[in-house]
């Protein structure tokens, strides 16, 4: 098992970012070197493939405007090295409205548009382009489920507000949507028929941000 920490360079100075690993077993952190890319400075959003991923800018000194091109990075625990996933042709990686989403073990492309809907693209066969298919259409619900803004952020929940309005999470062992919409509300979607069905559990609280987890036997040592 390896941990990875990225240090986004500043606004200023795009010349890549720092990144660090540290694998289960070894407490000192070890610098892999500088990537040419823009990576937040988060958590990976897809774990597909035995890989990590993230949504990033473009890579640099091409002479594009890094604000306009988006690319999908993964990162090789075994080999400890990013490289680029071919991404679909959906038009729309130069919107603030995305993230990636691991779904039924294939990488997913969630891409919201103006409030109105988001799109799911999943890519079937890993690594392959022509593999991506648009696969949910999915009316927005954040009118009706995103929690006020106004709401108290009690301290160490103050970032759960600042996320975006719509989060895809997973597929549940139904075939439903699991989304949670900003402030911790998760959404089961049926896109079928399109119903939609809030999930409340006994003691949940009232802000919350939710982490995908999947089962395993393995025992770490």
């Not at 990162?75 to 729309?92: H, L, T």
């Not at 593999?131 to 009118?143: C, E, L, N, R």
């Not at 549940?172 to 949507?177: F, Q, S, T």
Request: aromatic share 8%; hydrophobic share 40%.
């Amino acid at each position: 098992m390896t941990a990875i920490i990225i240090r986004r360079p500043s606004t200023q100075n795009h010349t890549g970012s720092e990144v660090y690993v540290c694998s289960l077993g070894n407490t000192n952190w070890r610098s892999v070197g500088k990537v040419p890319y823009w990576l937040e400075s988060r958590a990976s959003e897809a774990l597909v493939n035995g890989r990590l991923h993230w949504l990033t800018r473009s890579p640099l000194g091409q002479g594009i405007r890094m604000d306009r091109i988006r690319n999908i990075i993964s990162f090789d625990p075994e080999d400890e090295q990013f490289r680029e996933v071919p991404k679909p042709d959906c038009g729309a990686l130069n919107r603030i409205n995305y993230h990636l989403a691991a779904l039924g073990g294939c990488l997913s492309l969630v891409v919201l548009y103006q409030r109105e809907q988001f799109e799911i693209w999943v890519m079937g066969e890993y690594n392959v382009k022509q593999s991506w298919v648009k696969k949910f259409v999915i009316q927005d619900q954040s009118p009706q489920f995103m929690k006020s803004q106004r709401l108290p952020s009690y301290g160490i929940w103050k970032n759960v507000l600042s996320l975006k309005n719509a989060r895809v999470l997973c597929l549940l062992e139904n075939g439903n949507v699991l989304i949670e919409y900003k402030g911790g509300v998760l959404v089961s979607h049926d896109p079928e028929n399109g119903a939609v069905r809030k999930l409340m559990f006994e003691g949940m609280p009232d802000l919350l941000q939710s982490v995908v987890h999947v089962g395993s036997l393995k025992l770490a040592r």
